[in-house]
T-cell receptor, first 113, second 111 residues
Framework: GENVEQHPSTLSVQEGDSAVIKCTYSDSASNYFPWYKQELGKRPQLIIDIRSNVGEKKDQRIAVTLNKTAKHFSLHITETQPEDSAVYFCAARWDTGRRALTFGSGTRLQVQP | DGGITQSPKYLFRKEGQNVTLSCEQNLNHDAMYWYRQDPGQGLRLIYYSQIVNDFQKGDIAEGYSVSREKKESFPLTVTSAQKNPTAFYLC??????????FGDGTRLSIL
């Protein structure tokens, strides 16, 4: 089955700096890659997603890039703010097979004021 | 996401007891999912259902059971066979091939 690895497990940046979180996946059939943000004790919330027919997607300060050949995708947050502090999860799914997401282990991002 | 309701928010289980977690959605989504989250870890798939009266095991189905008798409901039973049930349980739903959105979760603990 699908396996998703996520790095780093923790990331600390200064306010205004950029943050990058990387994930690799094992199943080349996976074609959908969302990112979720989870604040302490709350539900994960979708922040951005990308499908395999697209190499990059951007939404204001957040962007995701996908390299299908290398089977990895990354989340980029620019101009970080303290409210970006949370745990971020990547995930992968094969839309014509098992349609449930396989999640990475999470990255705890701390933005220092 | 106000359309996915999980209850209760907190639940306590005694030894040898089965407990059922409720998940209801009013979004008319075909697919529903149950995930388990342990402290400091990612989400692991327990069961999922893409259509009424059908469901599939996920990666950690042992000790759990589900039913999908109605499109809007996907309850999860944590049986006594699940020896380490303490975790945060998250239900999600989605239209087929669309993003999943989560409920607020149920935190299960052992008495």
């Amino acid at each position: 089955g699908e396996n998703v690895e996520q790095h780093p497990s923790t990331l600390s940046v200064q306010e205004g700096d950029s943050a990058v979180i990387k994930c690799t996946y094992s199943d080349s059939a996976s074609n959908y890659f969302p990112w979720y943000k989870q604040e302490l004790g709350k539900r994960p919330q979708l922040i951005i997603d990308i499908r395999s027919n697209v190499g990059e997607k951007k939404d204001q300060r957040i962007a995701v890039t996908l390299n299908k050949t290398a089977k990895h995708f990354s989340l980029h947050i620019t101009e970080t703010q303290p409210e970006d502090s949370a745990v971020y999860f990547c995930a992968a799914r094969w839309d014509t097979g098992r349609r449930a997401l396989t999640f990475g282990s999470g990255t705890r991002l701390q933005v220092q004021p | 996401d106000g359309g996915i309701t999980q209850s209760p928010k907190y639940l306590f289980r005694k030894e040898g007891q089965n407990v059922t977690l409720s998940c209801e959605q009013n979004l008319n989504h075909d697919a529903m999912y149950w995930y388990r989250q342990d402290p400091g870890q990612g989400l692991r798939l327990i069961y999922y259902s893409q259509i009424v009266n059908d469901f599939q095991k996920g990666d950690i189905a042992e000790g759990y059971s589900v039913s999908r008798e109605k499109k809007e409901s996907f309850p999860l039973t944590v049986t006594s066979a699940q020896k380490n049930p303490t975790a945060f349980y998250l239900c999600a739903s989605s239209p087929l091939q669309q993003p999943q959105h989560f409920g607020d979760g149920t935190r299960l603990s052992i008495l």
